[in-house]
């Protein structure tokens, strides 16, 4: 009566030409998406194609799984949001390590029965992950929401630096997202003798379209500004993927 699935998977069959008889989808209750975030502008697609919920939710293999997870119908699902708390705590901590008030960004930590105690035989990466009081940092960044929604930004690790500015991929991702003909997209960092680092996507596009890199450019432009536009944008067949499907930025300034 559900599926769970990456965002990848998500987009692709939002692309394909699968088309559910109302009889499968009377017998789907919803999706979950996990392994990273799901661009808003997919979800309101996918739902709205096929007319069944996406759940979208949060998870480590630290914590043994999902952290995050909005509600199931009815309950308040929040588009862009893997959602609340569940079997455990969650906080936005400052630089310092202390916790944040809501709607101010910092990193993502969460406390919890379900968490692992320790990284085996390596004391420096299990000091490097938690905190005195015991808070187990997830290495995203995000703020919390009045309701006690979370919001993921970026990844500490993938922040791109440009000029001194902090710039999150999943603000590139997102705005080209917002095209119909994009099935995957990824920003990441390039070396800039100017900048220290400049903005680069990469994108899979439907079969047929005519996009170009000039249109993406300006939808960027428009959404984000010019500073966090991407320079370049390469069109790929396919992006690469771990196992289970997740988009690993990081191999594209390999590869390109």
Known sequence: TWFSVVPTIISHLLHSDADPSDAVKARLRFGRSASSPLAPDVQTAFETRFGVPIIETMGLTETAAQILSNPLPPGTRKIGSPGIPFGNEAAILDGNLAPLPHGQEGEIAVRGPNVMREY??????????FTPDGWLRTG?????????????????????????????????????????????????????????????????????????????????????????????????????????????????????
């Open 120 to 129: 085996l035989r390596n004391p420096d990466a299990t000091r490097e992950t």
């Open 140 to 256: 995203d960044l995000g703020r919390q929401d009045a309701d006690g929604y979370f919001f993921v930004t970026g990844r500490l690790k993938e922040l791109i630096i440009k000029g001194g500015e902090n710039i999150a991929p999943r603000e590139v991702d997102e705005a080209l997202y917002s095209h119909p003909d994009i099935i995957e997209a990824a920003a990441f960092a390039r070396p800039c003798t100017r900048y220290g680092e400049r903005v680069e996507a990469a994108v899979a596009i439907r079969p047929g379209s005519g996009l170009s890199e000039d249109d993406l450019i300006a939808i960027c432009a428009r959404k984000l500004g010019a500073f966090k536009c991407p320079d370049r944008v390469h069109f790929l067949d396919e992006l690469p993927k771990g196992p289970s499907g997740k988009i690993q930025r990081r191999k594209l300034g390999e590869i390109l």
